[in-house]
T-cell receptor, first 116, second 118 residues
């Protein structure tokens, strides 16, 4: 069965601290996609990154970086030098490519609060 | 490029009343989704359309929820009659098409329609 677990419900940091958001997933498929979305108070889910199951290369985009490890079924997200504007709910999600529907299975979300 | 458009943004209704939400996906996107997000939870899929056909509506409470995408572009989600437990954000999302590789498999979301049932 597909499942995404974000064990951290809420995280609070002070501006400029680094913070890592954890994501663990379960799937029986060998081909799948993993995503991170940001949901600010406005409600829109903003796409941050997509990673397919065959690409374990870590990725860095500005202050954001992602660590994908198939061996531990984890896809963790790190924000370096956090800013107040990073405050939001962050969702990790899984999509199984073999079903071809693109249906996303979301984790419960992690609320990040960055204090000035 | 315009994103996924939804309306209304906010709606408050009494239980047993009806409500309708509208969605216009990103131009050219063949797949359209409606997700329900209850406060404090991740979004859950209600229904998925491929062009104007339903692909997956297994999680749609069909006794009260209905959705259509008649011309393969805009979509409407209706709830009738509403229950208190329907209070949630209704998110519309779209995807280009799966044959377009990784980018085609990225799903983009609108701002959502916030429903409060009192």
């Amino acid at each position: 069965a597909q499942k995404v677990t974000q064990a951290q419900t809420e995280i609070s940091v002070v501006e400029k601290e680094d913070v890592t958001l954890d994501c663990v997933y379960e799937t029986r498929d060998t081909t799948y996609y993993l995503f991170w979305y940001k949901q600010p108070p406005s409600g829109e889910l903003v796409f941050l990154i997509r990673r397919n199951s065959f690409d374990e290369q870590n990725e860095i985009s500005g202050r954001y970086s992602w660590n994908f490890q198939k061996s531990t079924s984890s896809f963790n997200f790190t924000i370096t030098a956090s800013q107040v504007v990073d405050s939001a709910v962050y969702f990790c999600a899984l999509s199984e490519a073999t079903s071809n529907t693109g249906k996303l299975i979301f984790g419960q979300g992690t609320t990040l609060q960055v204090k000035p | 490029e315009a994103g996924v458009a939804q309306s209304p943004r906010y709606k408050i209704i009494e239980k047993r009343q009806s409500v309708a939400f509208w969605c216009n996906p990103i131009s050219g996107h063949a797949t359209l989704y409606w997700y329900q997000q209850i406060l404090g939870q991740g979004p859950k899929l209600l229904i998925q359309f491929q062009n104007n056909g339903v692909v997956d509506d297994s999680q749609l409470p069909k006794d009260r929820f209905s959705a259509e995408r008649l011309k393969g572009v805009d979509s409407t989600l209706k709830i009738q009659p509403a229950k208190l437990e329907d209070s949630a954000v209704y998110l519309c999302a779209s995807r280009l098409r799966s044959s377009s590789g990784a980018e085609g498999n990225t799903i983009y979301f609108g701002e959502g329609s916030w429903l409060t049932v009192v």
